[in-house]
Structures are given as C-alpha cells and as structure tokens.
C-alpha cells in the first residue's frame, strides 16, 4: 500500500526495543511486540514553526500541523480543537483551591475528545489509500469515527458493546455507517477488533492506525500552552481509559520544549482520574504495585470501561514519575462530579468528567492538588451523551397550574429582584 511520510516524520518506533520502521498501517513490533509510536525530526519541526506562525493558523487543531504525522491538504476536517480554556474560580473556590482551569472538549463537533485522535487516523488512513474506517469504541469514538468518515467519504464498521448508552448509538447510526453492537464488553469488542484487522484491508482507528491515532491527544497540551500564553500548568487531572490521553498530553508538554515553543522545560504534575467500578491503574498507584491487574468493568463511566488498558503501564509511570496522584471514585461520586461542574461553571459533562472532577476534589482534600498550583483539568465529553446518569436527579423543581398563586404557593421569594 502506497505511503507518504509526513515532512518531519521520520518513521515508527518501538516503545519498548527501539527499534525503527518505516510509515505504514502497523502498530506492533515485530521484535518484541510492544507498541509503535510517531518518531520526529524535532530540529526540524523547531526550523518550521514558531508561536507567530502557530497563531496565523486555523482555529483548530490543524494550526499545529507541523508538529503532527499527517500531510496537511489530506486533511479530514471537521474544525476539531482549538477548544476552550476557561478559568474556574466558582469550583475552585468550592474544593479550596486558587487557579483552576477547565479545558472544555465537550466543544469539538461530535462533543468529545476522540474528534483530535479521529481527524488525525482518518487524514493518515486516506494518505495510505483505505477505503473503510473502523473501530472499537466505549461510545464517543464511535460517534466521531462515523462523522469523520462520513465527511471523508469513506465506509465506515464501528464496533460497541451492546449495553452503552442510547444517545451515543444514536449520535453513531444518524452518519450512515454500520454499527455493529457486541454482546460483551469493550475488552471482548477490542479483541475481535484486533482479529478482524487481520482480515481485512480497513483503517481500525485504534488498532492498525493506532500509532497515528494516539498523536492526536497531544493537541491537548499543544492547545493548553498557548491558551495559557506559552506556559504550562502545574498539576493536570486527566480521565484515564486506556492510558494514551494522558501518556501523549504529558510527551505534548515536553515536544513543546523540544522544539522551542516553551522557555523552560516543562513540569507538570500529572493525576489520573478512574471510575471504582473500572480502575486497574488507580488502584496498582493506590497499592503502590508494579502490576496493573485487568478487571471486569461495572461503572456509569462507560467511556472509562476498559479493564485492560493497553496504555496503562506508560500512564502510571507519568503518573509516579511527574509526581501526581491518582483516585477511584464512586458511581455517587460521578454524578456528584457532573453536577458540581454544572452548578459551579456551567459546563455539563458526561460521566467521564464527573470523574475527572471528582477525582480533582479528592486530591485536593487529600493534598495531592496544592492551592498555590494551576491545575488544568480535562473534561473530555459531553453530558448529552450521558443523560442516564443524572436524569433521576435532574427534572422540574415544580410542576404547577399557570397562576400567580400557583408560584407563590410552590416557591417563598423575599425579594422582587
Ligand atoms: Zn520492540
């Protein structure tokens, strides 16, 4: 299958071994079978770029082309990235905290952050000539996957667990695709995945084009430094699932460095956020274990269900080596989340982001999050996608006849204002 190397690629490498291979649809090592990643010519990328030339660029994540493995006219685009940065003094003023920040990914065109993994794997999937775009998906990757797809022109077989949430399935099907839903869990989806792409000639998203895919997540960091006027926080709190958002947010920080966006090298401090139900990661940080052990998921974060997390190790040690922290929280604790989020800034996330929430309330009693840092928090997807999980909690404060004495009977207001 023909290839075009991206400018300031230099080919894949082994995360484990090292060792090198050219561009092509491949994810695993021959050697060792560990992981590949995007290797970069970064004095290159640091002669192309500067913060002048980043800020003439698109409101996307496509102003950071230069830093990304796709060729920039192939570009699958549905004007993902460049979301908001806002600061959230009403919640941090609730957890006893100073500078919190929220970057609100809920604000990209399929309402989550998989739309940045997506615009990156299918621009590459069309540079490589694939005809059909797949995946297995906890939900929101089914969502953009089907989108960019359908904006690509390509078929598209999205792969879910047959018990997720009726507005991602919904938010799937409406772009024509096939959705194929698994009697199983996204552990089981994900095997017959991987299966599958040894039969067939499609671009899985986050199997063969996973190394391609996973760069995407940098945006987030790139995104976060600019906003911040070319600096980085001093503690982030990411949603944990399979462990890459957060590996590639903290490599995003530090290629910034690398390529002279940023004056001093970066040291953020990084905390992962799980749900109880499905927290293999949280809990061998909490053991203090070497070993992340697989589990069974049983969570509302259905996002967050993988109980195997192919990224988990390299995501605990961020985790330990940054110096921050990680917490499990409950499924009460998830909804409790989501609504402090929305009562304090107006944001409604979905359960993902009530457990990034609650899990930056825990480390801020717990004293992991300082009130003297910046802490930029990531809220990853939208409540839409999620009305299940608070839709017990939240209807109408009354229900009354249209009359004055109606309200006054159901509502005591002192004042007129
Ligand atoms: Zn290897």
């Known amino acids: 299958m023909a290839h075009t190397p991206a400018t300031h690629v230099l080919g894949l490498r082994c995360r484990e071994c090292g060792r090198e291979y ?27 770029v500067s913060r002048e030339s980043i800020a003439a660029g698109p409101l996307s994540l496509w102003r950071y082309g230069p830093l990304l493995p796709v060729e920039f006219d192939r570009a699958v685009d549905l004007g993902t990235g460049f ?9 941090a003023a609730e957890l006893g905290l100073r500078d919190v920040w929220i970057k609100n990914d809920t604000r990209n065109p399929t309402n989550s ?21 797949a995946c297995a998906s906890t939900g929101n990757l089914a969502n953009s996957v089907a989108a960019h797809a359908a904006r690509a022109g390509l078929r598209s077989y999205v792969f879910i667990p047959s018990n997720l949430e009726q507005g991602k399935i919904v938010t799937t099907a409406v772009y024509g695709g096939k959705v194929v839903a698994i009697s199983g869990n996204y552990d089981d989806v994900n095997r017959l995945c991987a ?26 960091a790139f995104e976060t430094a600019e906003q911040l006027g070319w600096e980085t926080p001093d503690h982030i709190v990411v949603p944990v699932a399979s462990g890459s958002l957060l590996t590639k947010i903290h490599k995003g920080f530090d290629e910034l460095y690398k390529v002279g966006l940023l ?7 990084v905390s992962g956020a799980q749900a109880l139900g499905c927290s293999p990661v949280a809990q061998a940080y909490l053991d203090n274990a ?23 190790y390299f995501a605990l040690d961020v985790v330990r080596a940054s110096g921050g922290g990680m917490a499990a929280v409950s499924d009460g604790e998830i909804v409790e989340g989501m609504r402090l989020l929305a009562r ?6 979905e359960t993902a982001g009530g457990v990034t929430v609650a899990t930056l309330r825990k480390l801020a009693a717990d004293g992991v999050i300082r009130p003297d840092e910046r802490v930029v928090v990531y809220i990853t997807g939208h409540g839409l996608k999620t009305l299940e ?4 909690t939240c209807g109408p404060t009354a229900t009354i006849a249209p009359t004055l004495d109606a309200f006054h009977e159901a509502f005591d207001i002192e004042e007129s204002s």
Do not use: Q
């Open 195 to 220: 299966e599958l792409a040894g039969v067939y000639e499609w671009a899985f998203v986050n199997v063969n084009m996973r190394p391609f895919y996973a760069e995407g997540s940098k945006t987030l």
């Open 344 to 349: 304090t800034e107006g944001i409604f996330a």
């Open 263 to 269: 004056d001093s090298r970066p040291a953020v401090r």
């Open 83 to 91: 979301t908001p940065l806002v600061k959230a003094d009403r919640l």
């Open 389 to 392: 999980a608070v839709s017990p």
């Open 290 to 312: 070497d070993t992340i052990r697989p589990v069974k998921p049983d969570t509302i974060a259905k996002s967050l269900a993988i109980g195997n997390p192919a990224d988990g």
């Open 22 to 48: 050219d561009v092509a649809p491949v994810y695993t090592c021959e050697w060792c079978f560990g992981p590949l990643e995007v290797a970069y010519d970064y004095e290159a990328i640091a002669a192309s």
């Open 113 to 133: 952050f998989k739309d940045r993994v997506v615009s990156i794997a299918l621009s590459k999937a069309l540079e490589f000539g694939f005809k059909v775009a």
